[in-house]
């Protein structure tokens, strides 16, 4: 029974459905019929834009959905293609592929399998926290890249001509070249800005479908009036009939390195935006989510995707709306959009057989314009302005050296500024101030007095290899600065929440340094699994009488045993011998 427990706990789908109220559905029913009416056309462009056939990305529509209700922990969220992934995709498989579209599915298909192990097998091993590294303005600056690469790599299509784009400064050069040439097709860019000016219009009202209005209404336009052949208009042309069927996504040995790049960078970009939607509807919804289990539902439902001919995908913070707009309940509202996808294969796969290119690009960019991030740039400008400029620097990096480069560079920046804040943490030297209790930092408190022969030092961060050599010169550089010789050296430890073998190591060699000053090196507030640290590194024992509960014994003790200090301390505070 136990067992069975463990292994339900891995399908929130079976647990949703064991709970499932009679009530609910209509409304899913409803939703998801709602539901597959936008998922249809941002799929097949989302598809486009990350260099696959549009059929595709109806195929990474349908399977995903089916996948995330059984595995996924969210009762509403949607998956699929996604726009913050296009310029990802993109970026590894046009140069891999050279135009061969079996070939492009192929890579695209790898790259969501290794993006799906990468969700799993960290959402098992419970490693749900990682992306938590990823700080606010780390987020915003590859975001505002991605959404930048995207913007540029869907501009030629509403201009209705292509461009050989190998990184987005480069793209804007040829965008720029081939209009000045004259290559702009005004039926195209009249059917993709009206088709962007409709969905931007009716972006915010949540009860008109404006991506569907704007895509049929493009569709209809480009089939009465055939401009394929009278403008030479780019059209999605006829899907393949049929459902997607299981398929080995092969590739080269030398597409391997790669695709696994790509694969890890699509798994970090995905989980990051998902764990953010998850958390936001789990809120609104008083739903609680697991953040491990959301891993593993994105893991399994990249998986499926890749093993039945479609690509990438992560959640959607446009089609999630609409769900719960359209009154959805539960993950079938997913499973019938799902059905609804795929009998529009069945039954009627020329439908949007005119449906023009410069339409899907318009779908695309109204998606890579919500992407952008200002207002809060703003704000962070104005409070921290050196996390603005880290910011600056990851949408730098993607800008240029495109999508992959660029979220590899955010991922080093957000380990680099993890570990700056480690490395080079804030410490003070203790001591009393009149009319406050307790110890405080000297250097705020000019009046604050500290204790004859006593330094009181504070470390406000973990003890590890990166900041062990800075804590060595700051305990030497505080013994050193106190007017009076130095008896006891205290670490008021409770900050310090860890310690490392280069740090324990560290501390005694330390030790050894004081002692042979005549010099005791104390800790005060140090926490039970730092002290369980202490004896598994052997240190323990030679600690162990130099350990106190809290700053006030510590100080007791070293006043009992320096009885010429203590009067000395009790003339400078005025004949007083309590503490604060």
Request: proline content about 6%; some cysteine.
């Amino acid at each position: 029974m136990q067992i069975r427990q463990e292994w339900i706990r891995w399908l929130p789908g079976l647990l949703t459905l064991r709970d499932y109220r009679a009530t609910w559905l209509t409304h899913d029913i409803v939703a998801g019929i709602v539901l597959a009416t936008m998922l249809v056309p941002v799929g097949i462009a989302y598809a486009v834009a990350s260099g696959v056939p549009g059929i595709n990305g109806l195929y990474a529509t349908i399977i995903p959905l089916l996948a995330y209700a059984l595995f996924g922990p969210s009762r509403i969220m949607v998956l699929g293609p996604d726009s913050s992934l296009a310029a990802v995709i993109l970026g590894a498989v046009v140069p891999l592929s050279g135009g061969d579209p079996n070939r492009a599915v192929a890579l695209a298909g790898m790259m969501a399998i290794v993006s799906g192990l990468v969700c799993i097998i960290a959402g098992v091993a419970r490693l749900g926290f990682v992306t938590d590294l990823l700080s606010k303005p780390i987020r915003y600056g590859y975001m505002n890249g991605i959404a930048l690469t995207v913007l540029i790599s869907q501009v030629p299509k509403v201009l209705g001509f292509s461009i050989e784009n190998e990184g987005p400064l480069r793209g804007v050069w040829e965008i720029v070249t081939a209009a000045l040439d004259g290559k702009i097709n005004w039926i195209a860019f009249a059917i993709g800005a009206g088709t962007l000016a409709v969905i931007l219009l009716l972006k915010n009202n949540k009860r008109v479908p404006g991506i569907l209005i704007a895509v049929v209404g493009a569709t209809a336009i480009s089939g009465i009036f055939d401009l394929e052949s009278r403008a030479d208009i780019a059209v999605l042309g006829q899907l393949p009939e049929g459902l997607p069927a299981f398929a080995i996504p092969w590739i080269t040995s030398a597409d391997v390195l790669p695709i696994l790049i790509g694969g890890f960078a699509v798994a970090v970009v995905s989980f990051a935006d998902t764990s953010v939607l998850s958390r936001t509807y789990a809120a609104r919804l008083h739903d609680p989510v697991d953040p491990n289990q959301e891993l593993v539902g994105l893991g399994v439902a990249n998986l499926a995707s890749g093993f039945f001919q479609g690509f990438p995908i992560s959640s959607s913070s446009s089609r999630t709306p609409v769900a719960e707009a359209a009154g959805a309940r539960s993950q079938l509202t997913g499973i019938v959009g799902a059905i609804a996808i795929a009998l529009l294969l069945v039954l009627a796969p020329s439908l949007l057989r005119s449906l023009p290119t410069a339409a899907l690009a318009a779908v695309v960019i109204a998606a890579a314009i919500s992407l952008i991030e200002v207002a809060d740039l703003r704000r962070i400008y104005r409070i921290q302005p050196w996390e603005f400029w880290l910011s600056m620097l990851c949408f730098a990096g993607v800008a240029v050296l495109g999508a992959i480069p660029g979220i590899a560079l955010a991922i080093t920046i957000a380990v680099i500024e993890f570990l700056w804040d480690g490395w080079r943490p804030h410490s003070a030297v203790l001591g009393e101030v009149p009319g406050i209790r307790g110890y405080h930092d000297v250097s705020r408190h000019p009046q604050g007095r500290q204790i004859p022969g006593l330094v009181l030092l504070r470390w406000d961060a973990p003890l590890f290899f990166a900041n062990a050599e800075l804590f060595h010169d700051r305990v030497l550089t505080a013994v050193a600065s106190t007017p009076t010789p130095v008896r006891w050296l205290v670490v008021t430890a409770e900050p310090v929440t860890s310690i490392d073998v280069t740090s324990a190591d560290m501390l005694g060699e330390l030790d050894d340094t004081l002692r042979a000053r005549d010099l005791a090196l104390c800790f005060a507030e140090m926490k039970d699994p730092v002290k369980d640290k202490l004896r598994r590194f052997g240190l323990f024992a030679r600690f162990e009488r130099r350990l106190f509960a809290t700053i006030d014994e510590a100080v007791s003790s070293y006043l009992e045993a320096h009885p010429r200090e203590h009067e000395l301390w009790r003339a400078t505070r005025g004949g007083s011998s309590g503490r604060p």
